[in-house]
């Protein structure tokens, strides 16, 4: 793991995807961690979980997987009155959990999955970081913020998967090259060593 200071005193936490999934499971209960795993497995801004709701996900095309589509996103064109909407990959796995957590709690369609006010949604993310910092001994866990479940996110599939630019800007609202680019992680050594020798230069 790797923190980052800003000028304000915050920091930035880039986070291996399994350094990120001790932070889902140290959730405390169901809800928290599809909330957790909104922000960290789809790319969901923090106030774009409290408007999921079970109507928002469907089957993509081929069948098998599917999307979540994002009402009232981000906006920073200034074109889209309400917000921004756009569809995001949710993997299969967390489609049966969440289609678990709606059959047993007896959802309608409209109701929220993640029925919390933002704040209290920041809360449970430093809780299960906090958890997940006593139970790996990673100090680093105690930095890690909202924003970092879905900065975790971009970079995985930006640099460990090496997904399209373009696709990863669709699945996470970004409309520019330059609104995105804050989501990459400068490369270390080792990842140039690997990038470059696997091109024989």
Request: glycine share 8%; proline share 3%.
């Amino acid at each position: 793991m790797r923190t980052e200071r800003n000028r304000d005193g915050t920091y930035n936490v880039w986070m291996s995807r399994e350094e990120y999934e001790e932070i889902p499971r140290s959730a405390d209960g169901y809800v928290q961690e599809i909330a957790l795993r909104l922000m960290g497995d789809c790319g969901l801004r923090v106030n774009e979980v409290q408007d999921v709701e079970p109507r928002h996900i469907s089957r993509m095309s081929d069948g098998r997987h599917y999307e979540l589509e994002v009402v009232g996103g981000k906006d920073t064109t200034g074109e889209y009155a309400g917000g921004k909407q756009r569809e995001t990959w949710l993997p299969r796995g967390f489609e049966r959990t969440i289609n678990r957590y709606v059959q047993e709690n007896n959802l309608a369609d409209d109701d929220p999955l993640v029925d919390r006010k933002k704040r209290a949604i920041q809360y449970w993310v430093e809780d299960a970081a906090e958890v997940a910092a006593a139970e790996t001994g990673d100090e680093d866990y105690r930095r890690v913020s909202s924003h970092d479940l879905r900065r975790c996110w971009a970079n995985h599939l930006l640099v460990e998967e090496g997904i399209s630019p373009r696709i990863v800007m669709a699945l996470g609202g970004w409309s520019s090259y330059d609104a995105i680019e804050p989501y990459l992680a400068a490369p270390t050594e080792e990842n140039i060593i690997q990038s470059m020798s696997d091109v024989g230069l």
